[in-house]
């Protein structure tokens, strides 16, 4: 079992920054990919980015490549989702989440693939 707090959330001004943090806690940290979705209201959840174990490889939806930026510490057991120049159509509640499957770029968009989720934490963008 992996256990997953998101933090960091807020309302930011269409322009402005965030970050989120993901703690994890349980199982080896380093041992899952890790990745961030998100779920605006009334529609469904969907990708934001992803990582390798390792850190090495990256993976990011495309309305959000060039201004997010995921990267984790395996040493502190925490994932984070820099966010900058950020959207009205960002808004949404972003959750994290750990898969125990290979880094495979077929798949880990799809929420399905991973194991644990945390409860999630609201970011709002205001115009």
């Known amino acids: 079992q992996v256990q997953l707090v998101e933090s960091g959330g807020g309302s930011v001004q269409g322009g402005g920054s965030l970050r989120l943090s993901c703690a994890a806690s349980g199982r080896t940290f380093s041992n899952y990919i890790m990745g961030w979705f998100r779920q605006a209201p009334g529609k469904e959840r969907e990708f934001v980015a992803v990582i390798s174990w390792s850190g090495s490889s990256t993976g990011y939806q495309d309305s959000v490549r060039g201004r997010f930026t995921i990267s984790r510490d395996n040493a502190k057991n925490t994932l984070y989702l820099q966010m900058n120049s950020l959207k009205p159509e960002d808004t949404a509640v972003y959750y994290c989440?750990?898969?125990?499957?290979?880094?495979?770029?077929?798949?880990?968009?799809?929420?399905?693939?991973?194991?644990?989720w945390g409860q999630g934490t609201q970011v709002t963008v205001s115009s």
């Open positions: 989440a750990a898969s125990r499957r290979s880094y495979n770029s077929d798949i880990y968009y799809q929420a399905q693939t991973y194991d644990y």
